[in-house]
């Protein structure tokens, strides 16, 4: 009897291996990329009207979710940058660890290759020069899910982060419009629990009370847009940070490899000021010295 159990055991198991298998070979099937590029497509010939008119003065707009347990935001953009340099700036772990060192909270990033796969580990600290070894490491994977002719798809995924925070994700699709233009959909995510929940509420009724994010449903008592605050302020202003690095990446990707840190971390500031309602938090001087300190460290270069 205890034969059979076990040998039964073992085919739900061998049977639940399988599905799995199937499952991943499906999402990385040429049908499953096509059917993604055919969607991106489909989701860019919607949103004319939004790529349009819109608040952010350029073809780009945001969009936000809170459940109980997750906060999403997703922007959908028109690059002037050819899909070939698109796709060729956004593939590899190197690359990466150069966009999101950009962003204010990041303050180291290090690409490395396991058993084929290939890890990023980023230090997130505070808005202020700090030391990598003295910020919380968050291990991402990337993942170099579809690279075709006309789509391109980059997953970077995270099992744990600060504060009880769990389920980082950051995707980035992207398709071609014409000769010059490119289509892009980037989406960051995360999830959180009881901690986690603690922790934002105590950020958000003191230094966090009067920040807001992008979204609005109308207008307050002096005529300007009232904004969303608390969590999913919080989530479109990084998702928006995200993004801007992403930008700025794609903008110096083509100048002489000297010139670039200094492009990236300028155009990355001058355009989170565009926003600033939202996205200052230092003066420029502050936050080019404090990245210039940050990727020394992290390329290893002397002060």
Request: charged share 25%; aromatic share 10%.
């Amino acid at each position: 009897m205890n034969d059979v159990v076990v040998t039964a055991r073992n085919l739900r198991a061998t049977t639940v291996r399988l599905l799995l298998a199937l499952a991943l070979a499906l999402a990385a099937s040429p049908w499953a990329q096509a059917q993604d590029a055919a969607a991106l497509k489909a989701r860019y010939a919607d949103s004319q009207e939004r790529l349009a008119n819109n608040p952010f003065g350029r073809p780009l707009f945001l969009e936000s979710k809170q459940t109980a347990e997750d906060l999403k935001g997703d922007i959908y953009s028109v690059v002037e940058h050819p899909f070939a340099t698109v796709q060729q700036a956004l593939r590899g772990g190197d690359h990466w660890c150069d966009i999101l060192i950009l962003h204010l909270n990041v303050k180291g990033c290090k690409a490395s290759v396991e058993g084929g796969a290939t890890r990023l580990a980023l230090a997130v600290g505070r808005k202020f020069d700090q030391p990598a070894d003295e910020a919380y490491q968050l291990l991402f994977n990337y993942r170099l899910a579809a690279s075709t002719a006309d789509y391109l798809q980059v997953q970077l995924n995270a099992d744990e982060g600060p504060l009880g925070t769990r389920n980082y994700r950051i995707r980035l699709e992207a398709v071609p419009i014409d000769a010059r233009r490119s289509f892009i959909h980037m989406s960051y995510s995360y999830g959180y629990g009881f901690a986690a929940r603690m922790a934002m509420q105590a950020y958000l009724g003191t230094i966090g009370s009067a920040k807001v994010g992008f979204s609005s449903d109308g207008r307050g008592a002096d005529g300007k847009p009232a904004y969303v605050g608390g969590v999913l302020g919080l989530v479109e202003r990084n998702t928006m940070r995200y993004y801007l690095a992403i930008d700025s990446y794609l903008g110096a990707y083509n100048l002489p490899p000297g010139e670039q840190v200094e492009k990236r971390i300028n155009a990355w500031y001058d355009a989170t000021e565009r926003y600033a309602t939202q996205l200052h938090e230092m003066e420029k001087a502050e936050y080019l010295e404090m990245k210039r300190n940050e990727i020394r460290r992290q390329t290893g270069e002397p002060r």
